[in-house]
């Protein structure tokens, strides 16, 4: 069994920063790469930020210059900085990882969510 424990959503004021934890546990060979996701009500899931296996970072268009992803891949662990936020950032945020759970096996997992709620 694996499990994704996220921290640190909350509520912030507009312009102002959160940063997101993300920790897997369980039985991990690796884990090839970790990321996140959004919902907002109403709206489908979205990625917001990728950290591949070589290091490699990937970021959808409306957070790039204001979130950075990181990863401490001795801890099986992955961050999002979120900076200068806005309202329309208000979302339940998602950790995903890909995890080689055996030999034979390789699945998605994802964390149990966390709201984050940008004020004006």
């Known amino acids: 069994q694996v499990q994704l424990v996220e921290s640190g959503g909350g509520l912030v004021q507009a312009g102002g920063s959160l940063r997101l934890s993300c920790a897997a546990s369980?039985?991990?060979?690796?884990?090839?790469?970790m990321g996140w996701y959004r919902q907002i009500p109403g709206k489908q899931r979205e990625l917001v930020a990728t950290?591949?296996?070589?290091?490699?970072?990937n970021y959808a268009d409306f957070v790039k210059g204001r979130f950075t992803i990181s990863r401490d891949k001795d801890k099986n662990t992955v961050y999002l900085q979120m900076n200068s936020l806005k309202p329309e950032d208000t979302a339940v945020y998602y950790c995903?990882?890909?995890?080689?759970?055996?030999?034979?096996?390789?699945?998605?997992?994802w964390g149990q969510g966390s709201q984050v709620t940008v004020s004006s």
């Open positions: 950290f591949t296996r070589d290091g490699t970072t």
């Open positions: 995903n990882a890909d995890v080689q759970v055996n030999l034979f096996s390789s699945r998605p997992f």
């Open positions: 369980g039985i991990i060979l690796k884990i090839n790469n």
